[in-house]
């Protein structure tokens, strides 16, 4: 089945089996691999995405489901010039990664975090990502990157 989205700003179409997973269309048709599979059943949040404007796992939807849709994976968040976004720079600079497997869907379920909570306090911005899995780092330099990036994006 043929789906059109919008990746990143661009228009793109794959032709997919109808039970295609989303997250394996973003990765295996349009080659956009920061996205990751890390449990494939809805759980670790490494598949994160934004789905019109919204950070979704993408491992949990199928891609027929969203003809028309306005997707933004990491990949797709730093400028054209290559300036990272707010975000990614709030985790290179507060150490909030080491392996980089959870960091792309932890981005962005911080972006999108930050937008619809930009008030949230410490113990609030924890339970807002209990989405997203992180076997690395402990969460506390996650939690301080979500805070400066959220003053950075709010200051952008
Ligand atoms: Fe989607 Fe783990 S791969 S939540
Ligand atoms: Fe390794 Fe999060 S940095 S899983």
């Not at 920061?34 to 199928?62: E, F, P, W, Y």
């Not at 497997?101 to 609030?124: N, W, Y």
């Amino acid at each position: 089945m043929k789906v059109q989205f919008k990746v990143n700003g661009q228009g793109a179409s794959v032709d997919v089996p109808p039970n295609t997973l989303l997250v394996h269309a973003i990765r295996e048709h349009l080659q956009l691999t920061g996205t990751h599979v890390g449990c494939d059943t809805a759980q670790c949040g490494a598949c994160t995405v934004m789905l019109n404007g919204r950070a979704i796992k993408s491992c949990n939807t199928l891609a027929v489901q969203h003809d028309g849709a306005e997707i933004t994976t990491i990949e797709g968040l730093a400028s054209a010039d290559g300036t990272m976004h707010p975000m990614q720079a709030a985790f290179k600079e507060c150490h909030g990664l080491q392996c980089g497997f959870c960091t792309p869907g932890m981005v962005i379920s911080a972006v999108d975090l930050c937008q619809r909570h930009p008030k949230a306090g410490e113990g609030e911005i924890r339970e807002l990502l209990e989405g997203n899995i992180c076997r690395c780092t402990g969460y506390q330099n996650i939690v301080k990157a979500v805070q400066q990036g959220r003053t950075a994006m709010a200051s952008a």
